[in-house]
Structure formats: structure tokens, C-alpha cells
């Protein structure tokens, strides 16, 4: 809703351009003065959107009104109305930046022109105002961020229509997932979004997802799934020489509509797991038969498994175990993560049938499974357990919700310390790509990103609630580098920690 102040001596004229202003469908709080004394203190004490006034009035007369409001710096749009014999005065007006005249007697079409005029200049300046108040790379990161993570558009777009045009969205259309084995993204000394973008020549938006992941959002991208490839050995390639970090990137498929990033960027986690049956592979393709299924071991293997370590039957087991390595070879998109718990249940039911093995052996050699580099080395830990199989007491497994319960009340209660997996792990005493899974599975969200929405409201909480300084809320949440905690939080939230604090509140708030 807009508001307005008429300014006139006459009561007979305020009530004619009431009228004319309740024929126009646009929504006004109408106030009225009956001379610019009336109107000025009215206007020191409440704002209005636009000031309508008279010339010749009583006490304060309108030009002498119009450059009080211009000395007390009170913003709003301006608009005269006179008679003939006022019209130098109105040249005079126009002089000090009034350019809105309307000649009694007033004409509807004219007044109508005038005021709607008027008022989509006001929404203009206002989303104008707003986009430079927020930074707009920002504001896009947020939004691409949001909806990478699942947000819905159309929720997005009815928060931001006041701020934003999303038509920027139409023209991206490839992701490359980028992912490092460290915390690479979290290293305050480089500098990669920049990097990157010098040393790529091709248009597209960087974001940064965790500590180990960001994504390349190619824009209008025409080029071919063997050029793409080829972009992502480049990429590579230019990384390794300036940091020697071997990063892995996916390559997506064509995005048909914004609303399918989400989708798109699950399938490219997915598709990333085969990194860890090509060892020396850093680059991946997503393709369209690569699907999401975690039940691809065949159960009658695994019972037969299971059955020949009871029975003791060596020869069997060795079959029957090498017709389950053998599927998973050849099923070589299954998530490592399933393959490795698949894996660790068989190690645990030989572990149950031996006599001999020590508990902490157990575990280190299960840690051992779980931090396998490749497909082989986790075979060779079975086939050592196959090869010292004897009867043990059984050995209990934790229910998993109450592991994931434990982990999530570990990192609510240390959110401030250095949180890795590994850590995170070690405290439940499961191996990391384990927990990793099933925290997922339980929770439907990764660690990271369970991490970084801990950190991100309590930061927002020690903004509403402290006068902390935004390096001291920083190191308070996790975050030893305060650019990155920063870039972080416009990208959580939309909005910079400092203009947080300052608003008082984000113009995206969930």
C-alpha cells in the first residue's frame, strides 16, 4: 500500500482529488493538511510516498513547503497543483526538483496518468534500492544455493519478486560438480572462485556448497558431452598444477528447467561414487542409466555367504564371494558407500564366527575396509577374514537411529570446534563413509551440509541477540576464516552477517 499527504486551504479541493484518487485501482493510506505548516510537522513525524500540494496556502505557502521537506532531507515524490496565475511559481518548483505539475482545474485523465506514473516510479526505486543494498552476485549464489539444495522455485520466486527477476535462471544449463578428499574450499589463503574464472574461458556462475564441494553453472553452454569432458580434464588439470590437489568433477546432464537442478545434482553425487572404482580417473560423465538404488546385492548370494561362514564351508565361500565381487564389477555404479556396508556385514559375520580375534583387531580392520582406496583392497580384507575363519562369540551391533541421534547431539553441542567426519565417526566408533550413508539415509540431508545449518542459525541467533563482532561470531560457529564464514552466510541466507544485523532480519528468513 502507498501512501499520500494533500496539501490544500481549500477543504472543497482536498475532497475533489480524494475522489479522483479512490477512481484509480491503486491501493492509498490518503492523509490531508490544510496548509504547509499542518503538512510539514505531519511529515516530520510519518513518512508518505507522496506529497500533493497547493501553492498558495496560509502560514506556509507550498513552495516554502517543498523546500523544508528538501532541507530535512524527507524522501518522497512531489507533485504541484495550481492555476494559471500560479505558474511562475510552479517554474520555480520545477527548479528545485519537482517534476510532477498537474493545472487546476484538474483533468481525471491527466491526474490518473500522473499519479500511476508516479507510483511505478516509486516501485521502481524501491526494487532498485533493494538490489543495491544486496549485493546481486549474492543474492544470485543464495538463490542458485536454495535451489540446488531443494528449495521449491515458486516459493523462492514469490520471496524474492520484489528484489529480484529470475529470468536470469533460463540461461543455465550444465553443472560440473567439483569435489576434493580435504577441505580444500575452506582454505582462506586461495582464492579459486577467482582462479577459475581466469583461467576458463567460458561464462558461468561459481558456488561453493561445503568445504568439499562446489559446483560450475555453465551458462548457454552448447558444447558437446566430449568437449564438456574434455573441459573437465582442463579443469583438472590447471587445479592440480596450481595446488596439487586432484579434484574429481561430474559433468551433468543438460539442464532442461531450473527446477530440475535439485534432481540433477543428487544424480551427479551419485554418479560421483564410481571415482572409487577408477582410481585414477578424476573426471565423470552422468548419464541417464545411473539410477538411485541401494538394493542391488542379490540376497540369495549373501545368504549363501552367510550360510558357507556358519558352516565353515571354505570352497563355497570363496564361490559364492566371488560371484558377489564379480556383480559388483560389473554394476560398477553402485554407491561405494552400500558396496562398503555390504561388505562390512560379511566381515562382521565372519568376525562372529571366529574364536581368535580380538575386538580391536576387529575394528581396525573394519576402519581398514571402510577407508579402502579401491574395489581391491576391500576384497582383500574379506579374503584375509575367509582365510583365518574360526568360531568367536558374537559380537553386537549398534541400532543405527541412535548412532545418528548421538552424532547430531555431538554436533549441536560442538558445532564451535573443528567437525569432520573422521571426528564425528570416532566418537560412535563407525567408520566414516558408513556414518556418512547412513546419516543421509536417516536424516535425508549429508553431514556437511547438517553441519553448516547448525552453524549458519546459531550465527544468525548471536546477530538477533549479541553485540559480538561478525570475527568473533565466526570462530564462535566454526569457522576460522572469517571471508569464508561471511560468503557462507549470504549464500545460507541471502544477505550479508553485517546487513543482517543492521535490517534485522533476512529478506529470505525460512
Given at each position: 500500500?502507498?501512501?499520500?499527504l ?8 482536498r475532497?475533489g482529488?480524494?475522489f479522483?484518487?479512490?477512481q ?12 504547509g505548516?499542518?503538512?510539514?510537522e ?5 513518512k508518505?510516498d507522496?506529497l ?8 506556509m ?18 507533485v ?6 500560479e505558474?511562475e511559481?510552479?517554474k520555480?518548483a ?11 482545474p484538474?483533468?481525471?485523465s491527466e ?6 506514473k ?15 543494498n544486496m549485493?546481486l ?9 536454495s535451489l ?9 520466486a514469490?520471496?524474492?519478486k520484489?528484489i529480484?527477476d ?8 550444465r553443472?560440473?560438480l ?10 582462506g589463503?586461495i582464492?579459486f572462485?577467482?582462479?577459475i ?6 561464462e ?10 562446489s ?7 552448447k ?5 564438456l569432458?574434455?573441459i ?5 588439470n ?28 543428487n ?5 560421483m ?11 565423470f560423465?552422468?548419464?541417464e542409466d545411473?539410477e ?7 540376497d540369495?548370494?549373501?545368504k ?18 566371488n ?6 564389477k ?10 562398503k556396508?555390504?561388505?562390512?556385514e560379511?566381515?562382521?559375520?565372519l568376525?562372529?564366527?571366529?574364536t581368535?580375534?580380538?575386538e ?7 576402519a ?23 568360531k568367536s562369540?558374537?559380537n ?8 545418528i541421534e548421538?552424532?547430531k547431539?555431538?554436533i ?6 573443528d567437525?569432520s ?5 570416532s566418537?560412535?566408533c563407525l ?8 546419516f543421509?539415509?536417516e536424516?535425508?540431508q ?7 545449518a547448525?552453524?549458519?542459525?546459531k550465527?544468525?541467533?548471536l ?9 568473533n ?14 560468503q ?6 541471502g544477505?550479508?552477517p ?12 525460512d
Open positions: 500500500m502507498y501512501s499520500i494533500i496539501v490544500d486551504d481549500e477543504r472543497i479541493e475532497r482529488i480524494k479522483l484518487l479512490n484509480i485501482n491503486i491501493e492509498l493510506e490518503i492523509y490531508e493538511a490544510s496548509n505548516k499542518e503538512a510539514l505531519f511529515l516530520q513525524k510519518n508518505v507522496i500533493f500540494t497547493d501553492i498558495k496556502m496560509p502560514f505557502d507550498g513552495i516554502q513547503l517543498i523546500n523544508e521537506v528538501k532541507k530535512n532531507n524527507i524522501e518522497n515524490k512531489i504541484i497543483f495550481s492555476g494559471y496565475e505558474f511559481y510552479a520555480f520545477t527548479k528545485m526538483g519537482v517534476l510532477n505539475y498537474i493545472l487546476k484538474v483533468n481525471p491526474f490518473e496518468e500522473t499519479i500511476t508516479i507510483i511505478n516510479d516509486i516501485d521502481k526505486e524501491k526494487k532498485e534500492t533493494k538490489i543495491k549485493n552476485d549474492f543474492m544470485k549464489e543464495h538463490i542458485l544455493y540446488v539444495n531443494g528449495a521449491d522455485y515458486n516459493d523462492i514469490n520471496k524474492t520484489e529480484i529470475l529470468d536470469f535462471l533460463k540461461s543455465y544449463n553443472l560440473f567439483i569435489e576434493s578428499n580435504n577441505d580444500f574450499f575452506g582454505d589463503k582464492d572462485k577467482n582462479f574464472h581466469k583461467n576458463l574461458d567460458y558461468f556462475q561459481y558456488l561453493n556448497l561445503n568445504l568439499r564441494q559446483l560450475l553453472i555453465f551458462i548457454d553452454n558444447e558437446d558431452d566430449e568437449t569432458k574434455h573437465g580434464h582442463i579443469i583438472h590447471i587445479v592440480y598444477d596450481e595446488y596439487k590437489v586432484n579434484f574429481y568433477i561430474t559433468v551433468g546432464q543438460e539442464l532442461k528447467d531450473i527446477t530440475d537442478i535439485s534432481e540433477s545434482f544424480k551427479m553425487e551419485l554418479t561414487e564410481r571415482k572409487f572404482y577408477y582410481t585414477d580417473t578424476y573426471v560423465l552422468d548419464s545411473i538411485n538404488d541401494t538394493n542391488l546385492s542379490n540369495s548370494i549373501i549363501s555367504i552367510k550360510k558357507d561362514i556358519k558352516l565353515k564351508e571354505i570352497d563355497s565361500l570363496k564361490k559364492d564371494f560371484t558377489l565381487c564379480n556383480k559388483f560389473k554394476e560398477d555404479n553402485v554407491p561405494q558407500v552400500y558396496l556396508f555390504t561388505f562390512s560379511i566381515l562382521k559375520e568376525y562372529k564366527n571366529m581368535d580375534m580380538k580391536s583387531d576387529f575394528k581396525n580392520d573394519l581398514r575396509l571402510y577407508k579402502a582406496a579401491d574395489f581391491t583392497n576391500v576384497i582383500n580384507v574379506i579374503n584375509e577374514y575367509i582365510d583365518m575363519l574360526n562369540d558374537s553386537d551391533t549398534t541400532v543405527v537411529h541412535k548412532e548421538s552424532v547431539k555431538f549441536l553441542e560442538n558445532y564451535e570446534k567437525l567426519v573422521d571426528i564425528l565417526a566418537n560412535v567408520a566414516p563413509s558408513y556414518l556418512s550413508y547412513v543421509k539415509k536424516t535425508g549429508n553431514i556437511s551440509k547438517y553441519i553448516k547448525c552453524r549458519m542459525n550465527a544468525k541467533d546477530l538477533e541477540n549479541s553485540y559480538e563482532k561478525i570475527v561470531i565466526s570462530y564462535a560457529v566454526g569457522y576460522r576464516n572469517v571471508s569464508y564464514f561471511c557462507s552466510f549470504r549464500e545460507y541466507f544477505i550479508s553485517q546487513k543482517y544485523r543492521n535490517e534485522g532480519e533476512s529478506l529470505d528468513e
